[in-house]
């Protein structure tokens, strides 16, 4: 599933993008980068957090990011 890279180059217009759960995200490691030009949107909030094992979410995460 990973690649198993000690070092990434990221050329300009393109991000890494990684999941907020790493061991198991689906995100850059598995994909590659992403171009600029197919980001549509920015994160602005979390929301209705869950940590593994927990059935309801955390909410005292829930906010906006700075």
Known sequence: RETSVDEW????GHY???GDNRDQSSDS????LVSEH?????????WLHKKPG???????????IQ
Not at 38 to 46: D, P, Q, S, Y
């Open 16 to 18: 890494f993008m990684m």
């Open 54 to 64: 927990l059935r309801l979410p955390e909410f005292s995460r829930n906010g906006w």
């Open 29 to 32: 490691r598995y994909w590659g």
């Open 38 to 46: 197919n980001i549509v949107g920015k994160a602005v909030a979390i």
């Open 9 to 12: 180059v990221i050329p300009e």
